[in-house]
Nanobody, 115 residues
Framework: QVHLVESGGGLVQPGGSLRLSCAAS????????MGWYRQAPGNQREMVAR???????SYGDSVKGRFTISRNTANITVWLQMVSLKPEDTAVYYC?????????WGQGTQVTVSS
């Protein structure tokens, strides 16, 4: 099945930047919609960013203007560039890949924004 591996999480000060990456492998024969979700303790899971096979990007309201999703279609990878990070951005960030049969999830990477 599809295997997604996130990397790039860590500890950063408010106002700082991080870049997350997600590499996909397995039974993948074309470029599918991919995205990023996040979940903090006590909070609901929320959509952060998505990118369609046609390259159209969309973002959650709380991150618009600060986060940017990009892709490499050759090796099926996505990145999430995060700037102007806030404490409320602290969460586990999950990579997703959507196919007809359902959504695949990565194991998650922790992002902590704190002084």
């Amino acid at each position: 099945q599809v295997h997604l591996v996130e990397s790039g999480g860590g500890l950063v000060q408010p106002g700082g930047s991080l870049r997350l990456s997600c590499a996909a492998s397995g039974t993948i024969d074309s470029w599918y919609a991919m995205g990023w979700y996040r979940q903090a303790p006590g909070n609901q899971r929320e959509m952060v960013a998505r990118i369609t096979p046609g390259g159209r990007a969309s973002y959650g309201d709380s991150v618009k203007g600060r986060f940017t999703i990009s892709r490499n279609t050759a090796n099926i990878t996505v990145w999430l560039q995060m700037v102007s990070l806030k404490p409320e951005d602290t969460a586990v960030y999950y990579c997703t890949l959507d196919r007809m049969e359902g959504r695949s999830w990565g194991q998650g990477t922790q992002v902590t924004v704190s002084s």
